[in-house]
């Protein structure tokens, strides 16, 4: 991913709007560039803060609300590729228990 798509995946990030597949790629590639951090600390900055000035409640730790967001955001793509990684091990023993009884009703009708 590019710094251009990371920046314009900053808003619906804030927002939680990225799909997962957006939503990994998004956050494997802010490990990896400060400029894209600092532009998503900005951007949260001013819509989280906006926010709070307008309800007239909220925490003033809008980076420390950040990093928990960031956090969220990794836990939601484990558990993402745990899902994933299940439904293809039930997927493959799905597909072994059709071919072992197909081959059982084989074996009983012509042996």
């Keep these: 991913m590019t710094c251009q798509e990371a920046e314009r ?25 400060r400029n894209c951090q600092e532009e998503l600390e900005i951007y949260f ?19 420390g609300t950040l990093q928990k967001r960031i956090e969220e955001s990794y836990a939601k793509v484990r558990r993402m590729w745990a899902f994933r990684t299940i439904r293809y091990a039930v997927a ?12 059982l009703q084989l074996r009983i009708w012509f042996f």
Excluded: W
């Excluded at 900053?10 to 990896?32: C, K, M, Q, W």
């Design 9 to 33: 995946l900053v808003t619906p990030y804030i927002r939680d709007e990225l799909s997962g597949d957006e939503l990994e790629a998004f956050l494997a590639h802010l490990e990896n560039c």
């Design 45 to 63: 900055m001013v819509d989280v803060g906006l926010k709070q000035l307008d309800s007239g409640s909220g925490t003033f730790d809008i980076i």
């Design 92 to 103: 493959t023993l799905c597909a072994m228990a059709v071919a072992v009884t197909v081959l």
